[in-house]
């Protein structure tokens, strides 16, 4: 398996106005880490925080999150796929960082999560920010976030709604403090339940505008 040690240090990362800006720059398949500055998140216990790795550059960001993403058309790549994480994006589902996040800050920020239904299906809901607190995450996204990545040949990937074995080794060699699936950090199970609390109150409450 490969290392991927260069996802493991915040050296040279992208802050989330560059990835935004030079996104089509990343127009291919690849690996990606999203860190966390400092004392960001409070609601998480220290404990919990300091079992992710933390940046080998000494500097104290922590790893909040990890993903591969595959290039499958001209539409669809990593830098694509790594700014629906800190901002282009609908509803917060889309983004399992974003929704991490949503889930961690409900109580603390007062998130009031509301539903739209499917347009194919209107026995689905999608739950959103509204558009006020979806800006307040994005700001906070751009004040306390940081990407690593490294491109990845496309045949070493697997399809989007897989994990590949090296993302799974990854994340549980690393311990993501957001990421669930095959997660082994401790913090997991209080995540599930924050980030269900969250879509479950998102149930109860239309979409409005006004």
Request: with cysteine; aromatic share 10%; proline share 5%.
């Amino acid at each position: 398996m490969e290392t991927y040690v260069e996802l493991l240090t915040v050296a040279d990362a992208y802050t989330p106005d560059r990835l935004r800006r030079d996104y089509k720059e990343l127009c291919f398949s690849g690996m990606y880490a999203f860190y966390g500055r400092p004392g960001s998140l409070p609601e998480v216990a220290p404990a919990f925080v300091q079992l992710s790795h933390h940046s080998i550059d000494g500097s104290g960001w922590f790893l909040l999150y990890m993903g591969q993403a595959r290039k499958t058309s001209d539409e669809r790549f990593l830098g694509v796929r790594c700014t629906k994480h800190c901002g282009k994006v609908s509803y917060e589902a889309q983004s399992q960082l974003r929704l991490g996040l949503c889930g961690v800050l409900h109580e603390s920020w007062s998130l009031k999560p509301c539903f739209k239904l499917n347009k194919k299906d209107n026995n689905k809901k999608f739950i959103w920010l509204m558009p006020e607190q979806k800006a307040r995450l994005t700001k906070w996204c751009d004040d306390n976030v940081l990407l690593k990545f490294v491109e990845v040949p496309e045949t070493s990937l697997i399809d989007l709604d897989f994990l590949s074995d090296e993302e799974s080794t990854l994340i549980q060699r690393h311990l993501p403090l957001l990421n669930t699936e095959c997660s082994a950090h401790p913090f997991t199970p209080v995540l599930r339940n924050l980030k269900r609390n969250f879509l479950e109150d998102g149930i109860t409450r239309p979409y409005s505008k006004s």
